[in-house]
C-alpha cells in the first residue's frame, strides 16, 4: 500500500508518501516563518494555501507511483490551517478515487515512535509547540496519563523568547544560550503526573526583566544589570527545570503502567538536553527509550502517512460528508481500530509507596527505593542523575521533609497513614510503619473507590493536598492507608482540591477496567464527606485539558 499523507496543522505546510512494502518515507515540508512574534493563524494559513499544492506535488513526483489512499490531518490544530489541508485531501481522494482517512495529528507523534522502534505499548511522552501530555494505549483508546494544566511546551519557552524580542522559534535560541549559562531557582511544578509551566515562565520574564542588552546578538547574549539575571542563566536553567518535569512525569507513569518502554514525539523532542534526561531516566530503571530522527519529530506528513496506512489496513476511512476538520481533537477521542486490544498497563511496578509486602529486594519506584527490613519500610528518595544536583538536592530535601510531617497531619485528620519512625533528611531517607496486604491498583473496585474518596475529603478539609494519589499511591488491608504524600502541600483552595481528585481519576482511566463506575463511586465517596465547589473545580479542570 502506498499512502499520501498532508500535514498543516499550525506552521508546516508537508507532504509525505509511505510505501508499506519498502517501509520508505518520502517527505516533503515547506515551513512557515513568520519575521516576528508567534504564529499568526490569518498568516499561516495563506502560507498553507500556497505551499500546500507544491509539496504535494512534488511528493508525487518523488514517489512515482500509484497512490492507494490520502491521509490528512485532521486535527488538533489551527481551524484555518487545517480547513485549506482538508479541502486539499477531499479534492485528491476523490480525484484519484482512492479511500480518505483523517489522523489525530498528536496520535500520529505517537504512533510513529512506536512504528520506529519496533515496541508493543510504549509510554509516549508527546511534546510539542501546542502540548504537552503522557498517552499509553488501553481499553481501546490513547489515555491522557498526565498533561499541561495550562499551556504546551513549545508555546511556554516561545512565550518567553517573545518576552525577549527574540523571533519564533525560541526554543533553538534558548537551546543555544544555554549553553553558557549557569543554574538559578524556578518554580518547579509537578501534581501526579500533570503539570504546569505558567508560573515557571512568569519567573523567568521575572529574572531577566531588569537586564540590558550590551552588545548581544540574538540568541546569544550578554544581558545582565545589577539585580537582573543573565539570559543565559535563564535559559539554562529554564530547560533544566521544564525537561526535569517532563522527564519526572515520565518515570511517574512508567511506574504507574508498569511499562518499560518509553517513545518521545513532538517537535521539542528535537532538544538534546531533553532527550538526554529522559535517556537516562530510562537506563537508570532499566527501560527502553526511543526518539525518532528529527524530520519525524517535528510536525511533518510523514507520521501522518505512516498511521493513515494503518488505519487505511484496517478499514478506518472516511466519507466526504463525515470529514470535517476538528480544531480541538483530543487523542483520547480517537477509537484506535489499528491496534489489538493490549494496554500499556502491563504489569504492577512498585509506586513511590508501593507494593511492600513479602520483598525480598528492594524495589524502584518512580522516585524512591523501598525495602522492607524487620517489618519496617525503608524508603530512600534516590539522586536523579538527569537533575542539575542543585535542584535535585533540593526536591529530595523538600519531598522527604514534607512526607513526613503531612503523613503526620494527615492522621491527625482522621485519614489512615503510615506511622513516621524515623527521618533522614541528609539522606532523603523515611522508616516507616508497614501497612496493607498490597496497592490499590491491585484491588480495586468501586468500594475502595468511595472510601478514598471520603480520605480525601477529610484531607481537604484540613487543608491538606495529598498531591500524587494514584492507584499505587493507597494500601489496601482491613481499610485504606494513604502513602507517599512527597507532592503534598498545604492548601484550602478548591482548585488545588480538585486537582487532587483530577490525579486519582487519570490513574484509573489510564489503567483499570471499568473507570467510569469506579470514578462515579469515588466522586459519591467524595461528595457524602466533602465540599461540592471542589467537584464543580473537577468539572472545570477536565475541560481545561488541551484542545477541550
Partial sequence: MRVLGVEGTAWCAS?????????QTLIESDAY????GGIHPREAAEHMGNAIPRVIETALQRANGDIDAVAFSKGPGLGP???????????????LDVPLVGVNHMVAHLEIGRHESGFDS????????ANAHLLGFHDGRYRVLGETMDTGVGNAIDKFTR???????GGPKVEKAAKDGEYVDLPYVVKGMDFS???????AKAAVDDATASEASEGQSEHRSDDGTPVEDVCFSLQEHVFAMLTEVSERALSLTGSDELVLGGGVGQNARLREMLAEMCEQRGAAFYAPEPRFLRDNAGMIAVLGAKMAAAGDTLDI??????PNFRPDEVSVTWRENESVAVGHGVADGASMSGLSAPRRGAEAVVDVQDGVVVKRRLPKGYRHPALDATLRRDRTVLEARLLSEARKAGVPTPLVHDVDVPEATLRLQHVGDSDLADALTAEHARELGGHLARLHDRGLVHGDPTTKNVRVGDRLFLVDFGLGYH???PEDHAMDLHVFEGSVAGTATDSAAICRAFEDGYAAVGDDVVLERLAGIRGRGRYQ
Fill in 15 to 23: 507532504a509525505a508518501v509511505h510505501d508499506t512494502e519498502t517501509d
Fill in 33 to 36: 516563518e513568520p519575521e516576528s
Fill in 81 to 95: 490551517c487545517l480547513r485549506v489541508v482538508g479541502t486539499a485531501a477531499r479534492a485528491l481522494a476523490g480525484t
Fill in 122 to 129: 510504549p509510554v509516549c511522552l508527546n511534546a510539542s509547540g
Fill in 163 to 169: 518576552h525577549l524580542g527574540w523571533t519564533h522559534p
Fill in 197 to 203: 509551566f505558567s508560573g515557571l515562565m512568569s519567573a
Fill in 321 to 326: 460528508s463525515a470529514s470535517a476538520i476538528d
Fill in 491 to 493: 492548601s484550602g483552595h
